[in-house]
């Protein structure tokens, strides 16, 4: 077994450890589940079949999208300071899941189709600036519309019209698991198999793009339809995890690294552990807001915040002695 197989298999299964211990207090009486005619018998397993597997299944599906989408960002952009947000999703969907919290009494399957709806929107907005134009350009239209999307944003949050509605956006812009549900994840689904399945059509692509774009144009590769699919598909991936979570930030942009760290292989030979690796870090982080007293009052997004940020520090000191040396 390789390296890299071997790694994918540990981390895997710390997972699945890391889950059924923390799940143990339901899980311990599985059996009781459901009496003889099959119907959910205890409040201890509505709370594991409503909540507790709901909200892990949520931090897997968001940890491991925000982490892929960071990792097809970084091979693209040959830049470990790449986020899936950098071209506009995130703050496409979250101005779209804001504004649709903000006007509309809508079922929760609306703000997740409006969120994905904002992600491809702003996305292809800033692809459309800058199709023609350098690497460069593209990043700093994404930056423009970035800050213009955050304005509506900061918009919409002063002019709400009761201190509950603007606790509430606030709440969800901070970000949180408590919103998961069964049938929302299963709408967001297909939106995020697919997204993979565009990463992992254009995987030669970036791998290609370590030699340069003009040597990816001489291997048969388009560039443009390559580049293209791949952040659309990145876009996919934003959009169908924030309007369920709010605002998780930093995960996307330190799974990717560490996995570099660990293997030292090609982006396409990262997505695997850079998804397990999100999908940790999500899930332990938002154990530690359930379990451990100290963090029982910060949201999920301001602990993510807390833990990368420093790690963000650390790998700009890392990239400028790299540069320097």
């Known amino acids: ?92 969907a979250t101005t779209a899941s804001v504004f649709i919290l903000y006007y ?26 800058a199709k023609n134009h350098s690497t460069t350009m593209m990043i700093l239209s994404g930056l423009a519309i970035n800050m213009l999307l955050g304005s509506a944003i900061a918009l919409l949050l002063s002019n709400a019209q009761s201190p509950w509605a603007l606790a509430e956006l606030y709440r969800w812009l901070q970000g949180s698991l408590v919103w998961a549900k069964f049938d929302t994840l299963l709408i967001s689904l297909p939106f995020i198999l697919f997204g993979i399945f565009c990463l992992y059509q254009q995987r030669r692509y970036v791998d290609l793009l370590t030699f340069g774009e003009e040597t990816a144009s001489t291997m048969g590769i388009s560039p443009k339809r390559s580049f293209f699919i791949t952040t659309f598909g990145v876009a996919l991936l934003v959009g169908a995890t924030i309007p369920q979570t709010g605002t998780i930030g930093f995960i996307g942009l330190i799974a990717p690294h560490f996995a570099r760290i660990l293997l030292k292989k090609r982006p396409s030979q990262l997505y695997v552990t850079s998804a397990l690796i999100g999908a940790l870090l999500l899930v332990i982080a938002d154990l530690c807001i359930q379990y451990i007293p100290f963090f029982s009052h910060i949201y999920i997004g301001t602990l993510t915040a807390i833990i990368g940020a420093p790690v963000l520090i650390w790998i700009l000191l890392t990239q400028q002695r790299r540069i320097y040396d």
């Open 1 to 92: 077994m390789s390296n890299i197989n071997k790694l994918n298999a540990t981390l895997f299964l710390l997972l699945i450890v890391i889950i059924l211990s923390a799940s143990y207090y339901q899980l311990a009486d599985f059996s009781a589940l459901f009496n003889a005619e099959g119907v959910i018998t205890d409040m201890r397993s509505l709370v594991l079949t409503d909540i507790r597997l709901p909200r892990l299944s949520l931090a897997i599906l968001t940890g491991a999208s925000l982490a892929l989408a960071g990792n097809a960002m970084q091979g693209i952009f040959q830049n470990p300071l790449a986020s899936p947000g950098l071209l506009g999703s995130a703050n496409g």
């Open 104 to 129: 509309f009494s809508a079922p929760f399957s609306l703000l997740l189709l409006g969120g994905i709806a904002g992600a491809l929107f702003s996305f292809l907005l800033v692809y459309l600036i």
